[in-house]
């Protein structure tokens, strides 16, 4: 899927790509809170920008590379649970919900992640799927 095509931000928030996760793909802001951050990496999946993946993985566990599935295509976010990664914290947890259309078929991911401040920005640290 092409960024420059999506009108709806692919997070759900509601608000168009280009002020919601959008800005946090091209660099013009950091996501300020780790729900943030997992909302972007979402929209990084579904609009295949492992760049921004990458970029945003915390560097203790960060893959040297990182190859998208292109048939698989992420639709839906459902943020289930937070824990602290706000503002003013250091680290944090969402539990979320992915869901996924491949062409084996459709699915979902269920994942607890663990998100860290790294130099002031959060970084994706490690999550556990159930």
């Known amino acids: 899927m092409d960024p420059v095509t999506v009108d709806r931000c692919p997070c759900l928030s509601g608000l168009p790509y280009d002020e919601c996760c959008g800005r946090f793909h091209r660099g013009q802001a950091q996501a300020p809170t780790a729900e943030a951050l997992m909302r972007s990496r979402f929209s990084a999946f ?3 920008d492992a760049d921004y993946l990458l970029r945003t993985w915390h560097p203790s566990a960060r893959p040297a590379v990182l190859d998208l599935e292109p048939d698989v295509r992420w639709y839906r976010l459902d943020i289930v649970a937070c824990s602290a990664g706000g ?6 947890t969402v539990e979320f919900r992915a869901y996924y259309r491949s062409p084996d078929g459709a699915g979902s991911q269920h994942e607890v992640s663990r ?6 920005a959060w970084a994706y640290v490690s999550g556990v799927t159930s």
């Open 115 to 120: 998100f860290e401040r790294e130099d002031g």
């Open 46 to 48: 579904a609009v295949g």
């Open 87 to 92: 503002l003013l914290d250091a680290e944090g």
